[in-house]
Nanobody
Framework: QVRLVESGGGLVQPGGSLRLSCAAS????????MGWYHQAPGKQREWVAV???????NYTDSVKGRFAISRDNAKNTVYLQMNSLKPEDTAVYYC?????????WGQGTQVTVSS
């Protein structure tokens, strides 16, 4: 069973930055396309950024130019650098395989953007 552990969230003022990390126990991690997802209160979970095994990245429109996804296959870890944060970025952030997520999800990490 895959284990995903997200960390790095917190409370930050608008315009601030955070760097999220996700450690995965998945075998063959390096061949998967991985993604970061977020879920705001009362809303469905949706993808934010993805990175392929070849380091090709893609972002949802709302975060383009502000967020950057990266990965370290030697450490089975995916990162999300979040800059110029906005209150609407407030959500719980998760990582998982994309587009077909593993059955198990981590606990997520809360990001709150507020003054």
């Amino acid at each position: 069973q895959v284990r995903l552990v997200e960390s790095g969230g917190g409370l930050v003022q608008p315009g601030g930055s955070l760097r999220l990390s996700c450690a995965a126990s998945a075998r063959f991690f390096n061949i998967y396309t991985m993604g970061w997802y977020h879920q705001a209160p009362g809303k469905q979970r949706e993808w934010v950024a993805v990175i392929t095994k070849n380091m090709i990245t893609n972002y949802t429109d709302s975060v383009k130019g502000r967020f950057a996804i990266s990965r370290d296959n030697a450490k089975n870890t995916v990162y999300l650098q979040m800059n110029s944060l906005k209150p609407e970025d407030t959500a719980v952030y998760y990582c998982n395989r994309w587009p077909n997520a593993f059955d198990s999800w981590g606990q997520g990490t809360q990001v709150t953007v507020s003054s």
